[in-house]
């Protein structure tokens, strides 16, 4: 019985396409000849669009888990928008020390005189480099760069406005390299209603005055060829637009080595947000994003990203995407006060001393009152909280938490000392604990004591449960799982390989069944991972000690 009918001749047709699965063919032939209008088409979701969510995915048909739903190079790579970001090679994205970048002795690029990482590849911009547009008009100005990049009175503010244009002037410059690219980036949101960011004023005066291309705005493009009557808009108008679209659709991509970028990809960005999205996705070699289903979705389901953390507290979450992306998010695990029994929001009740603190109405952000629900159980009036002091406690231990884990190297006992405060205010699941626990059982048990073994044991085990409650797919934490995950490996064979010929020998073996369980879901957790970035470096650490494993298993030694 046919399935369908042939687009091309029109008969039927039982050939499914095997990327959308919904078109048919007669033949191999006509599917051939029809790729490049399908081609288009051709994936298992649809653009849609409503008043309340702009441009939205949505599955065309019942989507696997697992499957892949998107492979997209970037319509533009550069460094960071809109916050700090450290001097980087422009053709490499490399990072530079500051001293460096402002410095004469630099390494150069021989064209434009930018700072580079200083291989020869990165010191003459080729035409199949991402720097190769931009190094043009930086050329330009050459000696306004170099006053405004070096020597003693160059601030680190102004380094960072200027390697913080190059993104913007990459986006500009699309209107000329790739215009169906600044088509697409234009079309955008941009949320014109918010007005614009701070670093707008700053980043526009160091295009159109430092580079000059307050002169070039107007006009031609090619000048050369008198059929081409495209004009380049430099304007502050279109600069502002730009940087809007960055602000709100950026996403951020990280480079091997201490340094990061942001990229724009035309449909990726329409992923609508939710705190238990249905996608995850990575970034292969080339910085393509590949989306991916963490779960089965129905057809007719919207496709569902994170753009926050999903190891942050609702209130936290929520109020980055209203700074960030300019809504308030609404989803059940927003609306759940104890976030799946997970309680990383929850403040210890001091009332009573075993119940939490929760928020009544957690959508109501910093309105909302924090109670106890223990206190009011005994007939006693519940323990309360303002959002506001909530807010502020947690503003406060956050600072100290960053501050902590920002010591190079960290101190064990530090972190250790600052659990045990964090713990007497805090649930032992908060945000905040989570973030030092983390740290800590990569340090504990590095040649110390079975104690201090079996409480990095319980350590791994207890945030592998918050995990899996918050993302039972472990796909927006398997960094995060993947780390706890080795470490439970490493502190099983310490405990249990020694008690192999004792009188415990079925248990020892059997625990350490689990610790080669735990190395395997490891490197499932980091397959798709850079293998230049700390996370897939440790991949090829949790692959060689599986092997090991798996000789000792099959021989005893």
Request: overall charge neutral; aromatic content about 6%.
């Amino acid at each position: 019985m046919a399935a369908g009918v042939c687009p091309v001749c029109g008969n039927e047709a039982t050939l499914r396409c095997s990327g959308c699965r919904t078109t048919h063919y007669c033949g191999k032939e006509h599917q051939k000849f029809d790729w490049k209008k399908h081609k288009g088409t051709c994936r298992p979701f649809q653009v849609c669009s409503s008043e309340e969510l702009g441009r939205y995915l949505s599955a065309r048909r019942t989507i696997e888990v697992r499957e892949e739903l998107l492979a997209e190079a970037p319509l533009v790579l550069g460094p960071p928008f809109g916050r700090p970001v450290a001097p980087t090679c422009l053709p490499c994205g490399a990072a530079i020390p500051i001293a460096t970048a402002s410095s004469m002795a630099a390494p150069r690029c021989l064209n434009c005189l930018w700072p580079t990482c200083g291989s020869d590849q990165c010191s003459t911009a080729s035409r199949k480099s991402t720097h190769s547009a931009e190094c043009i008009i930086l050329s330009m100005s050459r000696e306004r760069t170099i006053e405004a990049l070096t020597g003693k009175q160059v601030t680190e503010e102004q380094l960072q406005t200027a390697y913080g244009s190059i993104t913007p002037l990459r986006c500009l410059l699309l209107q000329r390299v790739k215009p169906d690219h600044w088509k697409k980036l234009m079309s955008m949101e941009s949320h014109p209603e918010q007005g614009p960011s701070d670093d707008v004023p700053k980043v526009t005066r160091f295009l159109r005055q430092v580079l000059n291309l307050s002169q070039m705005d107007g006009a031609l493009m090619d000048e050369s060829k008198a059929v081409d009557t495209r004009r380049w808009d430099f304007s502050v108008a279109t600069i502002a637009k730009v940087c809007a679209v960055l602000d709100v659709n950026a996403l951020d991509v990280r480079l091997p080595g201490p340094s990061d970028a942001i990229a724009l990809y035309a449909d990726a960005c329409m992923l609508e947000h939710s705190c238990v999205p249905n996608t995850r996705h990575t970034f292969d070699d080339r910085l393509r994003i590949r989306l991916s289903a963490t779960r089965a979705i129905a057809a007719g389901e919207h496709l569902k990203t994170m753009y926050t953390h999903v190891l942050w507290g609702t209130q936290q979450r929520r109020d980055h995407l209203k700074v960030s992306k300019y809504f308030e998010c609404t989803c059940e695990r927003c609306a759940d006060p104890t976030e799946f029994g997970t309680f990383i929001g929850g403040l210890r009740c001091l009332g009573c001393g075993g119940g939490v603190l929760l928020p009544k109405s957690p959508l109501l952000g910093i309105q909302s009152e924090w109670e106890c629900a223990e206190c009011s159980r005994g007939g006693g009036q519940a323990a309360t909280l303002s959002g506001e002091q909530v807010r502020s406690l947690v503003l406060g231990l956050g600072s100290e938490v960053e501050k902590a884990l920002e010591e190079r190297p960290p101190s064990s006992t530090a972190l250790q000392d600052l659990l045990r405060k964090l713990e007497t205010l805090l649930h032992p699941h908060h945000s905040h604990c989570l973030a030092v626990k983390h740290s800590l059982l990569q340090m504990l048990g590095r040649g110390g004591s079975a104690e201090e073994l079996r409480r990095k044991e319980a350590m791994c085990r207890d945030l592998l449960g918050v995990y899996r409650a918050l993302d039972p797919s472990l796909a927006r934490v398997s960094i995060y799982a993947a780390v706890a995950n080795f470490e439970l490996y490493s502190t099983l064979a310490e405990l249990w390989r020694r008690k192999l010929s004792g009188p415990e020998s079925v248990e020892a073996r059997q625990r350490l069944s689990e610790a080669k369980a735990c190395l395997e879901e490891t490197i499932e957790l980091l397959r798709e991972e850079n293998k230049d970035l700390p996370e897939g470096r440790l991949l090829g650490v949790a692959k060689c000690a599986l092997e090991s494993m798996e000789r000792w298993f099959d021989t005893g030694i």
